[in-house]
C-alpha cells in the first residue's frame, strides 16, 4: 500500500500500526517496513534526509531525529518515536506541494551540529553547496580551514600569491628545513600538488595559488582520484569514500579509525572515525 493512500481514511489499520506500533528498531514485520519506507520516502521529499541508506523500511535515530524535526517546524506535538495520523497528514501534504513549506531547522541543525564535531574552520571554503562542505571536512583537521597554511601550522601568506612553480620551489626549501613540504588549506605535499596540476594541465608558470585555485585543485582531486560524483549520486558508501580520503590526508581517519600516516612525522588522524561518517552522512544527506 503507498504512502499516500495511508491518508485517505483515519481509521485505516496500517496507520492505526504505524501510529501506535513503531518504535525505535530494526527489525520490523515486512507490513511495517513498507509504510516506513513510505514515511521515509516522504519526509525526503519534504526535505528531511533520513540518513545516507535512505528509505530502508528501517526507523533508524536518523529517522526519528528527522521526524521531530518536522514536528517541530510544523507545531506538531511529539517525539521522534511518535507516528499520528496529523503527522503523516503533514508531511504528506509538505511533500505533495499541498501545505507549504516552512523553514527547514533540520538541515540547519545537521551543519551546525557537522561543524561542532568536525571542529571549526577558520573561513568557510569559497566553493558553496555539498562540495564546499566536504572540503571544509578535509580542511578543519588538515589546516584549519587556513588557505595561507604551511607545515607545521603556521601561516605563509605569501603562497597566495605564488604561481605553482614558485610554490613549489618555496616547497622544496621548507620541506629541506622542517621535513614537510605541506601547503595551503588542503596541505598539499609537493609531489601530490606536480601530479594533480599535471593531470589538470595547469600552466604552473602563470596559474596562482589562491583561494579559488586551491579549491578546483582539490575538487578535481575529489572527483579524479577519490570517487566523488560516485560518493554524491549514492553510489559509493560513506564508509568507501571516507577511505579514500584517508590515503591522500593524514587528518582525515580510515573507517576504522586512525590515520593512514599515523607513525610518519607528528601525523595523526584530527577527527574520529564516526564524526567523520556522521559528517559525510550530513553532507549527502541534506538538500
Known amino acids: 500500500m503507498r504512502l499516500r493512500e495511508l491518508f485517505s481514511d483515519d ?40 540518513g545516507s541508506t535512505g528509505a530502508d523500511g528501517k526507523y533508524g535515530p536518523r529517522t526519528a531525529r528527522a521526524v521531530k524535526a518536522f514536528k ?49 574552520v577558520s573561513q568557510d571554503s569559497v566553493t558553496q553547496g555539498k562540495v564546499g562542505q566536504v572540503l571544509d571536512l578535509i580542511a578543519g583537521p588538515e589546516s584549519g580551514g587556513r588557505y595561507d597554511a604551511v607545515y607545521p601550522g603556521k601561516r605563509r601568506p605569501q603562497i597566495l600569491s605564488m604561481t605553482i612553480d614558485e610554490l613549489v620551489a618555496d616547497q622544496r626549501e621548507r620541506g629541506r628545513s622542517s621535513g614537510s613540504s605541506a ?10 600538488l606536480q601530479g594533480v596540476t599535471r593531470q589538470m594541465g595547469l600552466d604552473t608558470s602563470k596559474e596562482i595559488f589562491d583561494a579559488k585555485l586551491q579549491d578546483e585543485i582539490a575538487i578535481f582531486h575529489l572527483r579524479a582520484n577519490h570517487g566523488l560524483d560516485k560518493w554524491l549520486s549514492g553510489s559509493m558508501s560513506n564508509e568507501d569514500f571516507l577511505n579514500r580520503l584517508a590515503g591522500t590526508w593524514a587528518g582525515i581517519p580510515k573507517s576504522t579509525g586512525g590515520s593512514a600516516y599515523a607513525g ?7 577527527i574520529g572515525a564516526q564524526a567523520a561518517l556522521q559528517g559525510l552522512d550530513d553532507i549527502r544527506g541534506v538538500g
Not at 73 to 93: C, F, H, M, P, R
Not at 183 to 192: E, P
Not at 264 to 270: I, R, T, W
Open 11 to 50: 481509521t485505516n489499520t496500517q496507520v492505526d500500526k504505524i501510529s501506535s506500533g513503531l518504535q525505535m528498531g530494526p527489525p520490523y514485520p515486512p507490513e511495517d517496513m513498507d509504510a516506513v519506507k513510505e514515511l521515509q520516502k516522504t519526509l525526503q521529499s519534504a526535505g528531511y534526509s533520513v
Open 72 to 120: 517541530k517546524d510544523y507545531n506538531i506535538q511529539g517525539n521522534g518515536q511518535e507516528i499520528d495520523t496529523k503527522s503523516l497528514q503533514t508531511v504528506a501534504g509538505v511533500s505533495s506541494g499541498n501545505i507549504p513549506k516552512e523553514k527547514n531547522t533540520y538541515a540547519s541543525s545537521v551543519s551546525s551540529n557537522k561543524r561542532s564535531e568536525l571542529g571549526k
Open 183 to 192: 601547503s595551503g588549506r588542503y596541505q598539499y605535499i609537493r609531489k601530490t
Open 264 to 270: 610518519v612525522l607528528d601525523n595523526k588522524a584530527g
